[in-house]
């Protein structure tokens, strides 16, 4: 069965270094998604992107984030500084359609020391 | 989207079925009701959606109320395996997906 997969599944890095998370989205996908969970808080939306263009972000979704699709098959978040409160579980999703259902990668555990 | 409540957790036993509340009162025509459960921080995996008519696959069957305010996931013979959050979530015409606190559901032997 096709899935999503991240890459790493634990960064760790010191505070205001820049860290890139990696997604490969399920392959015939077009619509792609960040999100995450902060240990013990809810799941929380960041970004969806398509066709090149974010097309919904959250809040959250600050001057410090970007998101980027450098090839045919990766889909990166970057953050630029990290801060403390960066710390959380990273979730990478894709879907066929904007409205379709959206399949969740495993996650990347983000550490920031 | 929206707003979902659901208990905040419950327990069934092996075998049984479970049967998982949540409570729509807002939904308004276009929206759909998406259930995903979470595994112990694992991302979180679809299970089934509707809009109206009840639907079933192979994990579970999700009953819609008629006038749409309420919906119940059923887990048909849970197992071990089940133990995770649940989550009911309202979807419109967004691109995002909006989690809540979820229903931890427990399975015990």
């Known amino acids: 069965e096709p899935e999503v997969t991240q890459t790493p599944s634990h960064q760790v890095t010191q505070m205001g270094q820049e860290v890139i998370l990696r997604c490969v989205p399920i392959?015939?996908?077009?619509?792609f998604y960040w999100y995450r969970q902060i240990l013990g808080q809810k799941v929380e939306f960041l970004v969806s992107?398509?066709?090149?263009?974010?097309?919904?972000k959250s809040e959250i979704f600050d001057d410090q984030f970007s998101v980027e699709r450098p090839d045919g098959s990766n889909f990166t978040l970057k953050i630029r500084s990290t801060k403390l409160e960066d710390s959380a579980m990273y979730f990478c999703a894709s879907s066929e359609t904007g409205r379709d259902i959206q399949y969740f990668g495993a996650g990347t555990r983000l550490s920031v020391l | 989207d929206a707003k979902t409540t659901q208990p905040p957790s419950m327990d069934c036993a092996e075998g049984r079925a479970a049967n998982l509340p949540c409570n729509h009162s807002t939904i308004s025509g276009n929206e759909y009701v998406y259930w995903y459960r979470q595994i112990h921080s694992q991302g979180p995996q679809y299970i089934i959606h509707g809009l109206k008519n009840n639907e079933t696959n192979e994990m579970a069957s999700l009953i819609i109320t008629e006038d749409r305010k309420s919906s119940t996931l059923i887990l048909p013979h849970a197992t071990l395996r089940d133990t995770a959050v649940y989550y009911c979530i309202v979807r419109g015409n967004d691109y995002k997906l909006s989690f809540g606190a979820g229903t931890t559901v427990t399975v015990r032997a």
């Open positions: 992107f398509y066709n090149n263009e974010i097309s919904e």
């Open positions: 392959s015939n996908h077009l619509y």
